[in-house]
């Protein structure tokens, strides 16, 4: 197993976190709901404010980050996810390490378009 030492720092993710969270936001835009877990209606605000998919992502996958780190180390637990993967994971999840903040634990301020 490779260990990096590496810290992504303040306001940085690694390549990993940051696509996994777009995906995140991309799914929550259509509407997806991992806050409530099932499906709902976006609000008129929130059509406002994301018109579509891309720009909703490209706006708004830093506030999904908090949810792609928890995401992805629950997938290390996953007995059916190949060591090849689980390796990607913890690599991407170490270079996290000390990145994570108060305020970026809060939920997404998108929520509060919704």
């Not at 404010?49 to 909703?56: G, V």
């Not at 996810?81 to 990145?99: C, F, M, P, T, V």
């Amino acid at each position: 197993m490779k260990f990096l030492t590496g810290n992504a720092g303040p306001g940085r993710c690694s390549k990993l976190v940051k696509d996994t969270a777009k995906g995140i936001a991309g799914a929550f835009f259509d509407g997806q709901d991992m806050f409530r877990d099932g499906r709902i209606g976006r609000s008129a605000l929130f059509r406002i404010k994301a018109r579509n998919q891309d720009e909703f992502v490209r706006t708004y996958w830093r506030d999904f980050v908090p949810m792609a780190r928890e995401t992805l180390g629950k997938m290390l637990s996953d007995p059916g996810r190949s060591d090849a993967d689980k390796n990607a994971i913890y690599d991407a999840l170490l270079q996290e390490r000390g990145a994570l903040t108060d305020a970026e634990r809060v939920a997404p301020s998108i929520i509060q378009l919704n």
